[in-house]
Nanobody, 111 residues
Framework: VQLVESGGGLVQPGGSLRFSCAASGFTFSVYTMNWVRQAPGKALEWISSLNSGGKDPKYAESVKGRFTIYRDNAKNTVYLQMRNLKPEDTAVYYC?????RGQGTQVTVSS
């Protein structure tokens, strides 16, 4: 199993970013995929999940209405579109399949 995230960076409050997570080594289209994050000095926080068919997205309250998860099973890729970013969104973001996560991508929200 390999998960490779990309798309992080430095963004100003109110800005937007989109993450991609390219998956390989398993049958991507049959698994629910998750996004989690870890802010400095804090525990891992689940933020979103999407089932295998791309339906029924779920979000943590902290990101609901600002983040959108979606996937392209033909490309074995799951995405996280983030809007109206806040300083408290600063964290390393990971995609996860079961208990396995990628190397993460850093987002810093700062003016």
């Amino acid at each position: 199993v390999q998960l490779v995230e990309s798309g992080g960076g430095l963004v100003q409050p109110g800005g937007s970013l989109r993450f991609s997570c390219a998956a390989s080594g398993f049958t991507f289209s049959v698994y629910t995929m998750n996004w989690v994050r870890q802010a400095p000095g804090k525990a891992l926080e689940w933020i979103s999940s999407l089932n295998s068919g791309g339906k029924d997205p779920k979000y943590a309250e902290s990101v609901k209405g600002r983040f959108t998860i979606y996937r392209d099973n033909a490309k074995n890729t799951v995405y996280l579109q983030m809007r109206n970013l806040k300083p408290e969104d600063t964290a390393v973001y990971y995609c996860m399949k079961g208990g396995i996560r990628g190397q993460g991508t850093q987002v810093t929200v700062s003016s």
